[in-house]
C-alpha cells in the first residue's frame, strides 16, 4: 500500500491486505503486479488520524510522476 498524498509505503500486519480486499469483494485473480492498495493519508503525513479511505489502483506504464493521486483531503 501507498500513501497517496505523501508517497510513503504503507504496512499494516500480516494477512490485513488479503482480508480487506476480500471484504471489498474483489476478486483476488483479477489483481496483478500493476494492482497498488492507494490510501488517502497515512500515520506519517496525518498525525493522530488512525483510519483512511483506500482504493485498489491498476497502474499504467505511463512516467512515475503520473502516479495515480488521490484528493488531498486526506486528513480531513
Not at 22 to 42: H, Q, Y
Not at 53 to 58: A, E, F, H, L
Amino acid at each position: 500500500m501507498e500513501c497517496s498524498k505523501c508517497g510513503q509505503p504503507v504496512l499494516w500486519k500480516r494477512g490485513l491486505t488479503t482480508k480487506i480486499l476480500e471484504l471489498a469483494g474483489l476478486d483476488l485473480d483479477t489483481l496483478d503486479e500493476r494492482c497498488v492498495i492507494m490510501s488517502e493519508g497515512c500515520p506519517a503525513c496525518c498525525p493522530g488520524t488512525t483510519s483512511f479511505n483506500t482504493q485498489v489502483v491498476r497502474l499504467t506504464q505511463e512516467p512515475e510522476d503520473s502516479r495515480p493521486r488521490l484528493p488531498r483531503s486526506a486528513c480531513n
